[in-house]
């Protein structure tokens, strides 16, 4: 068995598991794929996104990269984004950041020359945007949570202005955004913070 076989184990023993629970559970789940939501999120292994809304596979449609970033250039996340809305029919997508999320930290710390350095310069972006607000914070740490909080209204935005949810898919699709405290495991709502956020944001290279 090789060194990961434990794991291996644990697939088995969760498989008996859900079947003893949910006679049945993956023949209907092998037959057909509809998703209610799509996530996107960061790539933390501390948020995983059934786990933390308490919901089992085949529920959530599930997008993460570092700092839960929906960038226009990216054509791996607008083809999940066209994929979950246009293919599997969902109409709720949750851009959900976290508070420690080391994406953010990297955004705000000196540039080191990594690969991540250049994925980060988004988030870079919207630190420089809103400068004076988050200067305005009383510590580094408050600093870091409310770039968590900008970064996910922020990446809203993106998703409500990408070419998938032009026309009718805009219409009918809700974007949500939400963050996560690996301190309590409790998720809130940013969402009624976006409107006020939108007109401060230049999105002419979405369009």
């Not at 090789?2 to 859900?18: D, F, I, K, S, V």
């Not at 501390?46 to 929906?70: K, S």
């Not at 949750?94 to 080191?112: M, N």
Request: glycine share 8%.
């Amino acid at each position: 068995m090789t060194g990961l076989g434990h794991l291996l184990e644990h697939n088995q023993a969760w498989a008996a598991r859900m079947e003893r629970e949910q006679p049945g559970f993956f023949s209907r789940l092998v037959d057909q794929q509809r998703p209610r939501y799509l996530w996107i999120g960061c790539s933390d292994s501390r948020v995983p996104a059934n786990q933390i809304v308490g919901l089992p596979p085949g529920e959530v449609f599930v997008h993460r990269n570092v700092a839960n970033l929906v960038v226009h250039s990216d054509l791996n996340c607008l083809s999940v984004l066209d994929f979950a809305v246009n293919i599997l029919g969902v109409r709720d997508v949750i851009v959900c950041g976290h508070y420690g999320c080391g994406g953010i930290k990297a955004a705000l710390a000196p540039s080191q020359g990594r690969i991540v350095d250049h994925w980060v310069r988004h988030v870079r972006d919207i630190a420089k945007f809103y400068r004076e607000e988050l200067e305005s914070q009383s510590c580094p740490q408050s600093r870091e949570r409310r770039l968590c909080e900008l970064n996910v209204a922020v990446q809203v935005v993106h998703v409500r202005e990408s070419p998938v949810l032009a026309g009718i898919a805009s219409k009918e699709t809700r974007v949500h955004g939400w963050i996560y405290d690996l301190a309590d495991g409790l998720l809130a709502d940013l969402t009624p913070t976006v409107e006020s956020l939108r007109a401060m944001e230049p999105s002419a290279g979405l369009r």
